[in-house]
């Protein structure tokens, strides 16, 4: 997992994969409080943009997951919302798998999951070893506007 802040990008751009770098600057350059929900491909299937708007809820609501053949970078246009994130191991024990049908599989617990919050400016980015629960409540039920930048991880290679 990468935690950082768009303002940093043009410092730190260089320590990044070009994919990566791509994604990020998409979110940069793009007016992300106007952008239609649903999907915006950059790069056809390798790369595109999924935007959506949802409540945030409990964490005991909120299932943790992890993807095989994308990785997600998570931003918010606006609202708070909480992450939930640990690392991939056989104490990860499955409730769903779909990663073939949907790329994502879910798990029913997850042992040492640590919190990041989410704002807009800051941006997660989740690698297939990277277990995360998003949209948890932080301080108060409210709603956001979540854009995810999902890459194929075979542009890392």
């Known amino acids: 997992m990468i935690f950082g802040q768009l303002e940093n990008l043009k410092q730190e751009k260089m320590a990044l994969a ?34 959506s708007e949802y409540e945030v ?57 640590m919190d990041i919050l989410l704002t807009p400016g800051r941006y997660a980015i989740f690698f297939p070893s990277d277990v995360h629960r998003p949209g948890c409540i932080s301080v108060s039920q409210q709603k956001v506007k979540k854009i995810v930048v999902k890459i194929a991880v075979s542009l890392l290679k």
């Not at 994604?23 to 106007?34: F, H, K």
Request: glycine share 6%; hydrophobic share 35%; with cysteine.
């Open 18 to 51: 070009p994919a990566l770098q791509r994604g990020l600057e998409y979110l940069q350059a793009t007016d992300l409080g106007t952008v239609a929900l649903g999907r915006h491909d950059i790069d056809g299937d390798r790369m595109f943009v999924m935007v």
């Open 57 to 113: 809820e409990p964490k005991e609501k909120k299932q943790p997951e992890s993807h095989g053949k994308y990785i997600d970078i998570q931003y918010l246009a606006w609202g708070e919302e909480l992450i939930c994130c640990s690392l991939l191991s056989d104490q990860c024990e499955i409730a769903q798998d779909e990663l073939v049908e949907k790329d994502i599989i879910f798990y029913k617990k997850v042992e040492q999951e």
